[in-house]
């Protein structure tokens, strides 16, 4: 770090801090090379060498990078350039078999190209594949052009699905395909917001059907990932979750699922104090649902109604008169029974 510090002050006239080194030092291994060109390019752009810009370091190091690199790809064998550039889609850590079924590179061919990458320096280790320095997978990545990108993303979408691989390491790179009319991407960005939501991220499943709804969908698989939606910013944001149950509400055909889904809705209308459209769901939905056919989610509707309408006084007239018109030895006797009682 510190032999970083003097090639930044005493070639490129910069004055870099402690954090800006120690990443630029992990970025390129510290291989003379690929410093001093990183540090020409944060001179030429007129970045500031400190820690601000560490989370950028990459992107200008890719920059800085490729033209050096650019120089190792060209000398490289059609197979070995197409391993690499599928490496740098998977990233490290990835299995070798992956990397070649991502590239189309045969068994007998794999061992060649493996080796050649590393000999040049461009891979560190062959499987699992680990790039020399970040800087050099960024600058691969960087010479495949947005179509390019956009089909191996959505290719080791797949790839990694077929490999059993979880749902969230092929969501990672569906959120980088540009949005389509594609299904697959929808289902896979939905089991991935389950599986995340059922681990307490929230955010991440957010994220995950925020871009599952970029998609061209038909109306009925938008309403659930809107549904679904709702219920994960119910953990972040709860006027984003009312508005998305609501429009979700608005597209479901079946009426048992949409007097369901009015229940979550009314409840995040109630947290977001929008007390008056809470009730108005809940009564709406008690209005449409089968009483004989769907008891308790008639009683747990009823129950929301009575609670929601107790906390004022102007409402009061609500929650007296449901109550009053309770029959205690008609109660179904599931959990909305229970919460009436």
């Known amino acids: ?53 560490v989370p950028r370091l990459l992107e200008i190091g890719a920059h800085g990078v490729s033209r050096a690199v650019g120089l190792r790809l060209a000398r490289l064998p059609p197979t070995a350039l197409a391993l690499l550039r599928a490496a740098s889609i998977l990233g490290d850590g990835t299995e070798l078999r992956n990397a070649a079924a991502l590239a189309g590179v045969q068994e007998s061919e794999l061992g060649p190209a493996a080796a050649t990458l590393v000999r040049l320096d461009l891979l560190r280790r062959e499987d699992p594949v680990e790039f020399f320095h970040p800087v050099v997978r960024s600058a691969v990545y960087e010479t495949l052009d947005v179509v390019e990108r956009d089909a191996s993303h ?16 092929a969501a990672g790179h569906l959120l980088r395909v540009a949005p389509r009319a594609d299904s697959f991407v929808v289902s896979t960005l939905r089991q991935a917001s389950e599986r995340s939501l059922a681990q307490g991220a929230a955010e991440a499943a ?18 659930e990932v809107l549904v679904e939606l709702g219920l994960a910013e119910r953990r972040t944001n709860g006027p984003a979750a009312a508005d998305h149950l609501w429009a979700g509400l608005k597209l479901l055909p079946d009426r048992t699922r949409r007097c369901a889904v009015a229940l979550e809705l009314g409840r995040a ?73």
């Open 269 to 341: 209308l109630w947290f977001t104090d929008r007390i008056a459209d809470a009730l108005a769901v809940f009564q709406q939905a008690l209005d449409e649902i089968n009483r004989e056919r769907d008891p308790d989610l008639y009683e747990l509707l009823l129950a929301e109604l009575i609670s929601s309408a107790w906390f004022d006084p102007q409402t009061y007239p609500i929650a007296e008169a449901a109550i009053g018109e309770l029959d205690l030895d008609a109660l179904h006797g599931g959990l909305g029974s229970e919460i009436l009682l």
């Open 206 to 223: 957010v994220g995950y059907l925020s871009r599952a709804l970029d998609e061209q969908t038909d109306p009925a698989v938008r309403a």
């Open 154 to 169: 959505r290719s080791a979408a797949e790839l990694l699905l077929q490999a059993r691989a979880l749902p969230e390491s």
């Open 1 to 53: 770090r510190a032999s970083i510090a003097v090639l930044a002050r005493k070639l490129h006239g910069l004055s870099p801090d402690d954090a800006f080194c120690a990443a630029l030092e992990t970025a390129t291994g510290g291989n003379p090379l690929f410093v001093d060109a990183v540090l020409d390019a944060v001179a030429r752009e007129g970045t500031s060498p400190s820690a601000e810009s």
